[in-house]
């Protein structure tokens, strides 16, 4: 009886506080995704504005720029599908059918994330290689080399430095989250 006694207690938590950090931690995250929507907008209207009103002399120069615009537009197109996803649900009104959404929105973000961040990268490197074979045509052989060499080191540190962590962090910030909204949901059952 004394070994069941000597156990520490969970603490009790304030439904608000919870509420509260869940929306910001939530917030964080949509902020950060409504701002890379800008970007990515922006940047796909470069690549189209280059693309139809470049003058290129090769068809692969044309079918660089394309891949690489297509390439975008599905990194959009999967951006603003999460970004729905969190955002169209307030935990106030269902908080364990929030819970059950933000299960499965991280569930599926860690499923696609997965595959389609070596497929972008993949798409982005032989888009910008193909058109660059135009664009360096001129330039020197060590010119050329170190564009190579630089977009092939700036996309291996990318794969294996920055991906990692950005999504780890993201991970940790939705493990948080979901771990106190799981606590805040035995607390009442």
């Known amino acids: 009886m004394s ?20 929306k910001k931690g939530i917030r964080g995250l949509t ?8 970007a990515i907008a922006v940047i796909i209207v470069f690549a189209f504005l280059i693309t139809f009103f470049g003058a290129f002399n ?17 990194y959009l197109s999967t951006i603003v599908r999460q970004y729905h996803k969190l955002n169209k649900r307030d ?5 364990s059918e929030y819970l059950d959404s ?24 032989g888009g910008l290689s ?8 001129n330039a ?3 010119f050329k080399l170190a564009t190579y060499g630089s977009i092939a080191f700036w996309l291996l540190f990318t794969t294996f430095y920055v991906k990692p962590r950005i999504f ?22």
């Open 3 to 22: 070994v069941w006694q000597g156990q520490p207690t969970q603490d009790q938590l304030s439904v608000d506080d919870v509420l509260k950090q869940v």
């Open 31 to 38: 902020s950060r995704m409504y701002w890379s929507i800008v």
């Open 58 to 74: 090769s068809w692969v120069t044309t079918a660089g720029i394309l891949i690489v615009l297509a390439t975008m537009l599905m």
């Open 91 to 95: 935990a106030t009104v269902n908080p």
């Open 102 to 125: 933000l299960k499965e929105y991280q569930k599926n973000r860690t499923k696609v994330i997965g595959w389609f961040y070596y497929l972008y990268i993949l798409l982005i490197s």
């Open 130 to 137: 193909l058109y660059f074979i135009e664009v360096l045509q």
């Open 140 to 142: 020197s052989t060590y």
């Open 168 to 189: 780890k962090n993201e991970e940790e910030k939705l493990n948080l989250m979901i771990d106190r909204l799981v606590r805040l949901q035995d607390q009442f059952d």
